[in-house]
Every structure is written in structure tokens, then in C-alpha cells.
């Protein structure tokens, strides 16, 4: 029996458990289907039509699917319908059977009204019975190794030869309107022609179709197995077997009463027979005398058993079409061992191996043994205190420790003892057990962590309320102590000590502990791997690629070919003990890893309900604790999945608008989003392929984008990009020359080089009228500061100054009449200090006024008047005259007015030497005119114009006149006198 379960292991992935009673499923008569894992796809998982007649593949690696509605291609994940694809429109719906030809044409049979349709390189030619075709609808394609295509339908054949179809008659062999079901050419060369009236080969070196047999039936198909024997599959037998010696009647054992509707020999030379509602029959071994069938019926996963298509792809792959879906059949690593129903129902906890070569399972209703290929059980009845275990452990004697819900029990010589416990002690919920390097058994219970040695139990002082999940003695006398609220204990000589995150050891529940053959200790906690040394862990997290993404870690095993296998939530993980180190010191490297999951058959997940969780047995197998039971593996006879093929750049979706790679593809200016749909044309386990992608002139980095098969985008700038799209298994190996497309989004004018320079130059220019525009401002704003300070100048000048002018002329005049009566001087005094007074008002206007201008309440006339009393003098007479009628002139206009008259009137008394000054001041409407003349020596105006020191008082005049809109005239000559005359306009 247990060489029977070594030799299964030796090359399947066993999943179950070990088995008192086994059969041989091979052969079996009842329906037992193994080996392959069946996935289906209908309608609800996008698969436009459900009723698949045809299946092929092209060289890219494409699947397409002629069905009731039409072509449909498949890459693994997404189903495209040959509308949606933007390709021209077919010339009908129902397509029932493809070819691709070796020059990469695909061949579309239509099956309604016939005919035939060739794509290739993206153009489509279709042909009718007008181009020689037979009528009615297409049942077969077939291209031979001439070249030469063939067709089948319900009312002939015809060959496409040369560019043109060609219909076969009489003069071939081909009587009547004879229904061709299938075409099949043997290694030979010859073809051979399943019709409505039997079967008929042609010979390459003849072109005439020959019968095989005497016989008249309706045969369906034709395959050659692999000892070159032709089977035959039709009504109304079922099966036939030609050879080139003998004709023979056939039915598969175990297939019973059926008939074939197609046939498929794969590359291993399994046959396999498509029914019309009896499901898929597969003979592992068609050679004659052995032909036993396995079947697959819809109640084991099939879509339907009416079977309508069969295909092998290039990984091995096996695919169904029936009428109500596809079905993907795929060589599994695992394949279920058959066990009698009463252990299939026990929750298994624990297992692990003795040196003997005993496996010992533990579960909730007993301990089960296997050894020497015999099986058996012990519960109560065979000594058991309690059928319920909860923990396993086997010690450096041979002796197992076993942990059951009634206190721990050693088995030696066949016998079961309970261990001695104090009076009052009771260890019913171990968690854990281990025996260190003294012999001593150390016990984690519920209650505590106690330690037997020399026949007495010790409790073992720790943190209080720790429960514990593991315990591990290595070979250097450490015990390690792991426990449900994370953190661990190393106990060595006598003295605990504590590890936890801050150390580098992984957060999460402990799950697993393990020491390899180098003496490395590994735990695997709920959030990570650890890996201790130098008095430190070293962690990964089990969310990371670099683990699978498999999250809690329960079980840690080495496999002695320098593996470490791991129990995760997303199934087992094999690593290598060096892909560790590398992917610990760098975070960005990919760690490489096998990842074995449901789609190699590994049904449930590892659990941790007891200790341990994993096993290796003396013949090398690994034994894991699931959640469906116990799972064996032998490493050795692993089959390595086939590397993914070069991913393949589909469409680039730009506002959705789609366009297929192309050379030179362009996009239209402002496009706003890029989608790129990408994938990677492999069947085995499309689900576990990841991809990574990179825009070139865009992305800084790869992305990794897990499974999705697609890139989005948003607002890129307008330029040339190369996206790169990289696959992989998933186990951290990525492909080496990944696929690339080139694109270029278009300039919108806006974006173009001379928008730009137009626009810098736009730019520039208004950056310029800024400036100027700012430039004048400042100028304006320093042209009103120098103006004011001009105004200040003259307002001192034209009051301060000319008053002091004044009272010295006065003081002057007193000082030549100190020999006059008192009087007289004290009375010019009096005047003198009266105009000084004067001036001191007039400056402190001048000042009011610079701070807030306003208006004095006098008019311009009466302050003429102050302005002559305070300026004439005994030797100079002023006088004023006043013509028109006077009208109020403005607050502005008057202030300069005065000034002009007042510097006026003192420059006559102070420099003309006259004896009379007229002052005029009149109006006529629109102007007012203020005329100051004397009858003094006079000056030269052209000298004038040259000292402008000196004559500071006629350059004041004339800038006031301008000021208010009026303009000074100056009128003098040497010794004849001066005018001076301002003439202002005023406004309506």
C-alpha cells in the first residue's frame, strides 16, 4: 500500500489524505475523471455566444472561437468579438470551423449558408460556391503539408490551390452529394475524409479519394493514435480501428454506450472523444487491448455534455466547446487521492514523521498512523485518553509525544501512557510541544508553559496572560517560544530573552518556526517571514510580492534541495533560502518563488488548528495541514510551468477612439485619455501572470499593475512616448525583452515652437509697455514731486523771501532817517513790524496751503491792494486799477495770480529805480489780465533769459501763467521802463 502512495506521489501533487483503503482510478469503469482542473467560461463571464463549434489558434497565440454568433477571440481573461475588434464585417454569424494556415491566414467556415472567408494581415477575402466552393454550410478546414487548403461542407469538397478553390467530383473519387464531416491528415501525408458515407483516404501521390472499408456509415471524425492506428468515430458504431492490416470495431472500457462527435490525439498521444450529450470521454492510453476511458460529464464541471469542439493549445492545454460554454482542461501538479469517507470527514490539526518512517496524522476524532504501508487508527479503544488531538511531536528517540484533550500521552513500543501529572495539574489545551537537547519535554498549555524533566513538571515563569501558538528546540539547546499576540522567547541557559518588531521580527501572530540544515531559524508569523541571525531578525512581509501576496504564514518545511516551502493564505510558497537574503537587503528587488495554488490543483488553505502544520517523511515527501485535509508533495517531481509568453500591445484607446498598433501611430492633438490594453498570451493559469509597464518620456519608474491588462493615462504632453509592457509567471522571473509600442500625441497650434515664440515675443512686448508704461508713471510721479518742489520754491520765494526783502528795504529806510524827528522813525518801525507781521501770515498760507489747499476768503483785488500798501515806499509810488467787471477766477488761478502780481510789484520797487509802479488787473469774460508796469531803467530780456539765478522771480512768474493755461509777456528796454503782463483764460 505504501509503496502504491509513494509511487502516486512520485509524480502527482496529492491532495487528501493518507488512505487505508486505495483504488486504482485509472481504468475506472464509474466516471472518475483526474488529472486536469476544468474551468469554464459561459455567458456570464463575457463569452458572447455559449455555443462553441470551432476553436484554433493563431501564431500570436491567440484562441478564436467560431460559434452561433459569430467569431470570437480569447486571450485567457477578456472574450473579443470580432465586431468589437473594428475588423471588416464577416458575411455571416454562424461560423463553424477555423484553420490557420502556415502563412498565419486565419480560414472562417460559415455554416449557414457556406462559404469561406480568409483574414490575413488585417484584410478580409471571402468566397462562395461562385468561387468554386460546394455548396451548404462548412463543417471542416484543413490545410495539408503541400500548402493546400481543404474544405468540407454538406454538399462536397473543394481544395484551394494557386489562388482559386477547386471542387472535387466523380473524377476524385467523390460520388454524389456527399457530406464531408472531417478532414485528417496522418503522418504519412494521407488525407483522410470522414463523410456521410464512410471514409475515404487519398493518397498524396494520387489525386483520388479511395475507400478504407466495405462498410457504409456516417463517420463524424478521424485521428491517428499514437501507434499509427486510424480511429474512426460515427454511427452507427461507435468507434472503428483501421490499420493497415485489419479493420476492427472498438468501444473504449468504461465509456459505455456512446458516439463520438469529434476526436483529438494531444501531445502526450491521449485520445480524447467529444459526445452529443454523454460529456468528454479521455483515454489515457488508446494503444489496442488497453483502452479504458475516464469521463467528464457536467456534473464533474463540465459547461454541457453536449460536446461540440476540441483543441489542444501549444502549453498543453485542452479545450472543449459545447453548447453551453468553454471549458479549459489543464494538466494539474495535484491530483485528489481517493479515501474511504470515514477519514475525508475528520478535521486533521497535526502531522508530522518519526524516525521510524511512521506518518502520523492527528485530528479531531483520532490518530491515524501510516507505516510500512499499512494504515491505521487509534481512538479510546487502542489506549487513547481522548480521540480529540490537538498536538503532535516527535523526539530524537523515535518517541511521539501526543497532545489530546485529556492531558499529553507518550507512544513507545506500541503503547500509549499518560504522562504523571502533579495532584491538581491538568494539561488539556496544549498548544505546543518540544523536547530540548536534555531529553526534557516542554509543554505550552493554555494555563502556562511547563517543562518536564526528571519526572517532575516545572511551571516556567513568564509574562502572564501570553498564550502560546508555537514552540521549537533547535540544535544548539535554544528553545523558541512564539506566541498568539506576536513576539517571541528564546530560552538558553537558563535565561529568557525577548524579541519582537523593534528587533526585526515580523508583527503578527507566530505560526511557524523552523531550523534548516545550515542552523538557521525561520519564523513565519501572520504578517511576514523571519530570518534570525547575528542576534537579530530579518523580515519580509507576507503581503509583498516577494511572498505571493499570500498574507498568514502557518507552516515552514525544507524540501533538502535547498527550498524552503511556506503555508500562506494563497496556497504554498517554495523560496529559496538565498532569494531571501537578497530580497531582505534590497526592497526592490523581485524575489523569485513558486506559488502553488487552485489552479494546480491545491483545493483549501494551510491552516494552523494544532502543531505542528508541516512535515517531511523519510522518503522525501512534504506533508502540509489544510483546510481540505492533509496535502503531500514530492518536490522532485514538480513540473515547472512554461514561461509566458511575450506580452502583446492590443489597441491604444485615445478618447475612446481605438487605434491598433501601427509603425507610426499619431494621436490627435489635446487628447485627454490613453488607455492601453496589453496582455500576455498564456493559457495555463492566465490569472497568475503579472505585468509591470513603463511610458518612456512619462513614467519614471516600472509600474506594477499585478493582472490588470491594462495602462491608463491622463493629460500627457504632446510629444513621442515608448510604452513597454513586461510579463511574468509571478514568481519574481520577469521577461527579458518585454513588448514595446511607440506613439506620438500631435501639437495643438497652441503647443507648437512658433505659438511659443509668438507668444514669448507677445509676452516680451507687454512685459515692455509694463515697464514703459510703469516707467512713465514713476516719471510722472517724479515730474509732480520736482513740480512740487518747484511750487515750494516759488512759494517761498514769492513770500517768505520777498517779505524779508521788504522789511530790509524798510529797515533800511529807518536807518537813514535815525536823524530824523522820533516820529517819524517810530513810525516806519511801526510799518516795517506791520509787514513783517504780513509776510509771516503769508508764509504760514504758503505752508496751509502746500499741506491742504484752500482758498483765502479775500478776493484778487483786495489782495492786490495789501500787496501795494506793503510795498510802496516814500520815494516809489504803486497804484492800481481795476477794469471789467470782476468775477471769481478759481482758487488756483487767483493764489497764482497773486504770486505773480506780488513778485512783480517787488521786483519794480526793489530793482527798476522807478518812481511809479501801475498795476492793472482786468477782466473781459474769458480771461483776466494782470499787467505790472514801471517807469524805472529797464533791462534787456535777452539777458535776462541767461541769468537765471538772478531773474529766478521772471522764471516763477511765467511758470505760474503756464500752470493755469494763461501765458506771461515781458516787455522792457534799457532806460525806458518794464511790462510785465499775465494774461489767464478763464472757462465758461
Known sequence: MHRWLVRTVANLFVFAVTIPVARQVYGADDGAFIGFTVTSWTARDGLPSEAISAISQDRDGYLWLGSSAGLVRFDGVRFVSWDALGESTLPESIVNALCISRDGSLWIGFGNLGGVSRLRNGALSSYTSQDGLPPGGIRTLLEDREGTLWAGSFGGLARFRNGRWEQLGERHGLVGATTVDRLYEDRRGNLWVATSAGVLRRNPRQDILERTDAGSYRARDIIEDSGGAVWVTGQPQPFRRLTSATVSDSTPQGSGAVYGFRLLRDGQGKLWVATLGQGLLHVPNPSWGNTRAERLTQQRGLTSDWVTSLFEDREGNIWVGTEAGLNRLTVIRAKPVVTSAEFALQTVRAVTATRDGSLWTGTADGLHRLWRGRSQWYRERDGLPSATIRVLHSDASATLWVATGRGPVRFADGRFSLLP?????????????????????????????????????????????????????????????????????????????????????????????????????????????????????????????????????????????????????????????DEFDKAAGDPAYSMQYRLLDVSDGFEGRPTSQGQPTSTRSSDGTLWFVTSRGLAALDPRALREYPRPVAPVIERILADERAFFPESQLSLSPRTARVQIDYTSLSFAAPSRILFRYRLDGYDQSWVNAGNRRQAFYTNLPPRSYQFRVAASRGDGVWMESPAILGFAIARAFYQTTWFYAASAGIVVLALSGVWRLRLRQVRKQFSVVLAERERLAREIHDTLLQGMLGVALQLHGISETLNSPLSTTKGRCERARDNLEYYIRETRLSIWDLRSPTHETRDLATALHETIDRAATSAVRVSLKVAGKPRPCGQVIERHMLRIGQEAISNAVRHAEATHVRVELGYDGTSVLLRVSDNGRGFDPEDAAHASVAHWGLRSMRERAEQIGGHLRLTSTPGRGTEIEAIIPLSE
Open 421 to 577: 501529572l502533579p495532584t491538581g495539574v491538568r494539561l488539556d489545551r496544549i498548544d505546543a510541544m518540544t523536547t530540548d537537547l536534555q531529553g526534557n519535554l516542554w509543554l505550552c498549555d493554555f494555563t502556562g508553559i511547563y517543562r518536564w524533566k526528571d519526572g517532575a513538571l516545572t511551571e516556567l515563569k513568564i509574562e502572564s496572560g501570553r498564550h502560546t501558538t508555537a514552540i521549537y528546540a533547535d540544535s544548539q539547546g535554544r528553545v523558541w517560544i512564539g506566541f498568539r499576540g506576536g513576539g517571541l522567547v528564546m530560552h538558553q541557559d537558563g535565561t529568557f530573552t525577548e524579541y519582537s518588531a523593534t528587533d526585526g521580527l515580523s508583527a503578527g501572530a507566530v505560526g511557524a518556526i523552523h531550523e534548516d540544515t545550515a542552523g538557521t531559524i525561520w519564523v513565519g508569523t501572520f504578517q511576514g517571514l523571519s530570518r534570525f541571525a547575528r542576534g537579530r531578525f530579518v523580515s519580509i512581509a507576507s503581503h509583498s510580492r516577494s511572498l505571493g501576496g499570500g498574507g498568514r504564514l502557518t507552516a515552514i518545511v525544507e524540501d533538502g534541495q535547498g527550498y524552503l516551502w511556506l503555508g500562506t493564505d494563497a496556497g504554498l510558497v517554495r523560496i529559496r533560502r
